[in-house]
């Protein structure tokens, strides 16, 4: 045998001896893989050796198999140089929800280029509310249009006018046309122009008793308005009450007082200003606290539904709370004057003297009094006179039942039209038909003051007494 020859079968089996090594070596750090035990060192050296699988396929591979305990092994090793695996394990993480470990694989994607992983990050950042770091991350690509759209919604959070002025023209292009056109419906634009009050703000007419318009101070608030307007025209209040698409206001200028638990409290100056606003009413929309109607302003929050939203609402149109009010509420201080709600009075227990004639004085003190059938009673024996109360036998009946709206004046009993408890006592519980036959006995009498009434009170607190006055003389409602 030839020199060469011997030479040539050496090489070969040398060769030979190579590539089983190299198979045995790749095999053997694939398995490692599997096993979730490969170390970065190997990991590096299987990336030179094995030409065939890259890492990048292999973590598909083992995604598409759900094995995630090997995939997340060898994405950590493999974020460090891959843009795309870092994003992937910020997502993994943020499903979990491990958000902080999410945070931190977006932040080793950013640094590698990833401009999702930015986006990412700052959502996490806006739901945690750390609205300063969000900036930082999104104007190095405010090119992008999920950025911008993001940043539009943190510019509306924080009350950024002048971001929202410069950028409109760039959000209506592209992709967020429609998100510009939904803010333009918002008068998220023309609300940055407001004036002093100049003269009289007369609501226009609308085809029910009174409007109300709504405002929010950030892009779910005018969402979740407009979803409650969508909610309410099917609701049979809103034959009597028409709600205004919701207007954009910048949570400071509102300068809100309360605390989350507590009932939402703002200052009525800001609405002096105004000069888009038609309407008797406003119904204020914030992130956080308990609904209310303060006169001609009702205050809701983010999360409160159709239920909380119509027992606010009735309030504007002359309904009264059936549930204990607050000691200091002037309505249960002492004997109704004379009629002031559709569903409440204030009236003595007892009575002496002829029934029939007490029956007559009663009723017309009763805003529902014409309702009360003739064979219903409101006037049962007691001593030697009369206590005032309709049996529990005619529950079914409109009556004088007892209401617990003045229970905490112990000298001090109110009465409503039916024995059930209804909405005005708990926002689950239906608003009944008999309530709407009262609304046509008198449907303007009992009406809460327009919003200027707000606005005056506020400016006579802060000792601005000329103003006060002025708003109140510049303001007509029929």
């Known amino acids: 045998m030839s020199v060469n020859k011997k030479f ?10 190579v590539l089983l090594s190299l198979f045995y070596f790749i095999n053997e750090y694939r398995e490692k893989i599997t096993n979730a035990t490969i170390t970065r060192q190997q990991l590096a050296l299987l990336e030179i050796m094995d030409v065939f699988t890259s890492t990048d396929q292999r973590l598909a ?37 491990q958000m902080q470990l999410a945070k931190l694989w977006y932040q080793v994607a950013i640094r590698q280029g990833h401009e999702a992983a930015r986006i990412a990050l700052a959502n996490i950042y806006f739901e ?3 609205y300063a770091d969000i900036k930082p991350l999104l104007l190095p690509i405010i090119t992008n249009a999920r950025a911008l759209a993001l940043l539009y919604k943190l510019a509306m959070q924080q009350g950024d006018i002048a971001f929202i002025e410069a ?34 703000n007369i609501s226009t007419k609308l085809p029910c008793l009174v409007d109300v318009q709504l405002f929010a101070t950030n892009l779910t608030g005018l969402r979740h308005g407009q979803q409650l307007i969508s909610t309410f025209e099917h609701h049979q209040l809103a034959n009597y009450i028409c709600l205004q698409t919701p207007k954009y206001i910048a ?56 239920d909380v939203l119509v027992h606010e609402l009735s309030h504007f149109i002359g309904f009264v709370d059936e549930y204990p009010l607050p000691r200091q509420h002037q309505k249960c201080h002492q004997l109704q004057q004379a009629p002031f709600a559709h569903n409440l009075v204030v009236l003595p227990d007892y009575y002496q003297g002829e029934r029939d004639k007490l029956r007559e004085y009663i009723l017309s003190q009763v805003p529902w009094g014409r309702l009360i059938k003739d064979s219903t009673p409101i006037l049962t024996q007691y001593q030697h ?21 003045c229970d905490k004046q ?33 449907p303007r009498d009992y009406l809460m003051p327009s919003y200027h009434f707000n606005v005056s009170r506020d400016l006579a607190k802060q000792g601005d007494y000329a103003k006060a006055r002025d708003v109140l003389l510049a303001t007509q409602f029929d």
């Open 385 to 405: 006179g009369w206590q005032l109360v309709t049996p529990a036998e005619y529950q079914d009946e409109i009556g004088l039942y007892a209401s617990a709206s």
């Open 167 to 200: 950028y409109k023209f760039h959000l209506a292009q592209g992709e967020n046309a429609a998100l510009y056109l939904e803010l333009a419906q918002f008068s998220v634009f023309s609300s940055t122009s407001v004036s002093q009050l100049s003269g009289p």
């Open 8 to 17: 040539s079968i050496t090489l070969i089996s040398i060769l030979i001896i």
């Open 61 to 97: 591979q083992l995604d598409a198999s759900k094995d995630h305990q090997a995939w997340l092994h060898l994405a950590k090793l493999h974020a460090d140089t891959s843009a795309i695996t870092g994003y992937q394990l910020g997502e993994y993480f943020r499903q979990q929800p």
């Open 410 to 442: 112990n000298h001090i009993q109110a009465f409503k039209p039916l024995l059930q408890r209804t909405k005005l006592e708990y926002f689950e519980l239906l608003f009944p038909q008999e309530y709407f036959d009262i609304i046509k006995l008198a």
């Open 251 to 306: 949570a400071d200028a509102l300068n809100c007082q309360h605390l989350a638990i507590e009932s939402i409290n703002c200052n009525a100056t800001v609405w002096m200003n105004r000069q888009d606003i038609n309407s008797r009413y406003l119904g204020i929309i914030v992130e956080q606290g308990n609904a209310n109607v303060d006169n001609g302003i009702m205050y809701i929050d983010q999360q409160d539904n159709l």
């Open 128 to 130: 945690q509310q750390y």
